[in-house]
């Protein structure tokens, strides 16, 4: 969904805590726009997001916020990339980056490590787009983990309710606890479907554009 779409989703629910259509809402459609439109960065909507690619995959690196794993801040190609020190000799990890304080990043993580794991930046932005969120990469990552640091705790450290910050950016603790639990990338994403067919129901009433 557009901003726009969104925001006439959210008063028309009744999301906010003035109630349903409380806030005089209007949307100025854009001509020649559908939801298949591609844009391009006019500037970076973060210091750790630099292109085109980066938006894309973020949908799927930034599950590794707060692990074990770093996405690549402290260099020039955050979220393009992933990697620990901890996945040093494991076979399929064999790119490095060594994270260095830079603005946007003072303090990445593993900051003047090395960190070993794979560059997606060969990855073309089609195939991104089309694939959608890939998990391969976090089940990959925590898989081989748990083969070097057993005893580290992969998703960081939980807050005070219990939660995962994996938990907060997914919604809830399912997407975790599957991949524990060893199920698939695909077995995952086949969880989600009747959500998400619930959500475009939903939704319906409030699109602008053609899909």
């Not at 806030?23 to 001509?31: G, N, R």
């Not at 726009?33 to 750790?48: C, D, E, G, V, W």
């Not at 990339?81 to 303090?107: N, R």
Request: hydrophobic share 35%; proline share 6%; charged share 25%.
């Amino acid at each position: 969904m557009t901003w726009g779409e969104l925001a006439g989703m959210i008063n028309g629910e009744g999301w906010l805590t003035a109630g349903k259509n409380a806030c005089d809402l209007t949307v100025i459609p854009c001509k020649n726009y559908t939801h298949q439109t591609k844009t391009a960065l006019i500037r970076n909507p973060s210091p750790n997001i630099k292109d085109m690619r980066a938006v894309y995959l973020y949908a799927s690196t930034c599950y590794f916020e707060n692990t074990k794993v770093s996405v690549g801040r402290g260099t020039e190609y955050p979220f393009e990339v992933y990697g620990s020190p901890y996945l040093e000799g494991v076979e399929g990890f064999d790119f490095t980056f060594t994270p260095q304080s830079m603005s946007g990043a003072l303090e990445p993580p593993f900051m003047d490590e090395v960190c070993y794991g794979e560059d997606l930046r060969n990855v073309p932005v089609e195939a991104i787009w089309e694939a959608g969120i890939n998990l391969d990469y976090l089940i990959r990552a925590y898989k081989a983990y748990a083969t070097t640091s057993p005893e580290e705790d992969f998703w960081g450290n939980p807050n005070e309710k219990g939660y995962y910050w994996i938990d907060l950016l997914s919604g809830s603790d399912q997407l975790r606890t599957m991949i524990e639990a060893g199920e698939t990338a695909e077995a995952i994403k086949a969880s989600w479907q009747d959500d998400i067919a619930a959500f475009k129901s939903q939704r319906k009433p409030y699109l602008l554009y053609d899909e």
